[in-house]
């Protein structure tokens, strides 16, 4: 019987209800139910009539060959798609409107159609004209990119089922795509559901590879298309702060590769540019002389990252104080905030705290612990750090700085940029090995590290000390190593 077929269907979340309700109950988002023809992708004439055809079973230990991958000629790509594009895989780049992801697609495909595969590009958003002139302002208009501005799923399948099978196909983008074979417009989550499975379809049976382009909503979801997630192979999500230059093209899940790679790149007026050294990125534009800045030695997948964390700390005017931070988790913060108090006696109630990770980068390890809770002490107390200092290490909630992964190669990189000491836990000293080139400031505890601040502080109070940027990294180590 096909007559209930329709139903209410949450266009955040994708779960489907038989009548109308102001919440949806699964994602707890409001008003986001609308009518939509439930059954998918599949009509009802096939579904009650199709006879099951056999199929051969295999077993795990046949001859697969491996993979062959390919190459979106930028290494940053590469490192976060783990190595390039597998035949046959969907992924999924998900960002912001503006926030590059045509640019970056349209360089991929220039470079990998130059070096001579046949490479697609579909665009849902924009003109043929948009997307030539995009390409003349990269200086890449004479890249052999086959361009197309379609959005039916079923004219594109049928148009690039003639010819030898492309490569990879870019769809720009999935939101924009339609079906005939369900019922609701275009941009609901049945249709993209449905777009999506037809062209992972197509994906599978050719071999070619598709890169479908997602918008994010404000919340940061990739947007209706939380359905389409878990039906592709990898999620890649493009980020930045709009009016920073540093864009992050980051694995949010991948069944060819790592999850935790990033990949880094500047917007210029020509395009997109790869980082290949993000630490001296990010520290380029370091304020040396201010109190409550400190540098984290941290890790991005395999690859280390120096990175400067600024902390502001003042006294409240506001009963509650705020606490704010920028690129950093708010419970971590919090975490180290009460660990402060509780164990070091740094009474920081009275005053209102702003964290921020320079450059636009979010950070993710527990390792920066050390290095917020040196720059919000050094802040309170205003006592500038030595600019030479890399910092990290995980606080327990007892106060004890506790090891984290990854020693030498943290120090490998502070070592490479110039950094002369590392201030990180009692119990990485061993792993760090006696050749790491930087003077090292073991810690066991963070009440230790407090100390050595305040001490500072002090100092610098009673001495009238000029500020440490005219140190000489000689003096550092005379006076504290
Ligand atoms: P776009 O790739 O269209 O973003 P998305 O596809 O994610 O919506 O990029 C749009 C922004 O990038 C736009 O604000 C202009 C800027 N831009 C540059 O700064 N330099 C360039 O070379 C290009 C092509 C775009
Ligand atoms: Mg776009």
Not at 101 to 121: D, E, F, N, P, W
Not at 325 to 340: I, Y
Request: aromatic residues 4%; hydrophobic residues 40%; charged residues 20%.
């Amino acid at each position: 019987m096909a007559k209930n077929t329709l139903s209410f269907v949450c266009q955040n979340c994708g779960a489907a209800y038989n009548r109308w309700q102001g919440k949806c109950e699964s994602c707890g988002e409001w008003n986001t139910l609308a009518e939509e023809d439930a059954t998918g992708s599949i009509p009802v004439s096939i579904r009650s009539k199709r006879k099951g055809r056999t199929f051969a079973l295999e077993s795990l230990a046949g001859k697969t060959q491996d993979a062959p991958r390919l190459s979106s000629g930028m290494t940053e790509f590469d490192r976060v798609t783990g190595g390039g594009f597998v035949r046959g895989s969907v992924l999924l780049v998900g960002g912001d409107p503006g926030i590059g992801k045509s640019t970056l697609l349209t360089q991929a495909t220039s470079l990998m159609a130059r070096a001579g595969h046949r490479i697609v590009y579909i665009s849902g958003e924009e003109a043929i004209a948009q997307v030539r002139l995009r390409a003349e302002r990269l200086g890449l208009s004479d890249a052999p990119v086959q361009l197309a501005a379609e959005t039916s799923v079923e004219d594109i399948v049928s148009t690039l089922s003639e010819g030898a099978v492309p490569r990879l196909i870019v769809i720009d983008s999935i939101q924009t795509m339609w079906t005939d074979t369900v019922e609701s417009a275009p941009g609901t989550v049945t249709q993209v559901r449905a777009s999506a499975q037809a062209l992972i379809r197509f994906a599978k049976k050719t071999g070619a590879a598709i890169i479908l382009v997602g918008h994010v909503t404000k919340d940061g979801q990739i947007a209706g298309p939380r359905v389409v997630e878990h039906m592709v192979d990898a999620v890649l999500s493009f980020e930045g702060e709009g009016s920073q230059q540093f864009r992050i093209l980051r694995a949010v899940k991948n069944r060819f590769g790592p999850t935790d790679e990033i990949g880094v790149f500047e917007m210029t007026g020509l395009g997109l540019r790869e980082v290949t050294n993000p630490s001296e990125l990010f520290l380029s534009e370091r304020d040396l002389g201010t109190p409550g800045t400190a540098v984290f030695a941290g890790i991005e997948g395999t690859r280390p990252l120096l990175v400067e964390l600024q902390a502001l700390v003042a006294p409240t005017s506001l009963g509650t104080p705020r606490r704010a931070v920028v690129g950093w988790d708010p419970s971590r913060l919090s975490m180290v905030l009460a660990v402060l108090e509780a164990h070091c006696g740094v009474k920081l109630s009275g005053h209102d705290v702003y964290l921020n990770v320079a450059g636009g980068l979010r950070i993710h390890e527990p390792a920066a612990d050390l290095a917020a809770a040196a720059a919000l002490v050094s802040s309170l107390v205003n006592a500038q750090l030595p600019t030479d200092a890399v910092y990290f290490g995980e606080i327990s909630l007892s106060g004890v700085v506790r090891p984290v992964a990854q020693t030498p190669a943290r120090l490998k990189e502070a070592a490479k940029l110039g950094f002369q000491r590392a201030v990180l836990p009692e119990s990485a000293r061993g792993e760090a090995g006696g050749d790491a080139g930087l003077t090292l400031n073991a810690i066991n505890s963070l009440t230790t590290l407090v100390a050595e601040i305040a001490a500072r502080g002090s100092r610098r109070g009673e001495s009238n000390a000029p500020a440490e940027k005219n140190a000489t990294p000689a003096r550092f180590r005379r006076g504290e190593g």
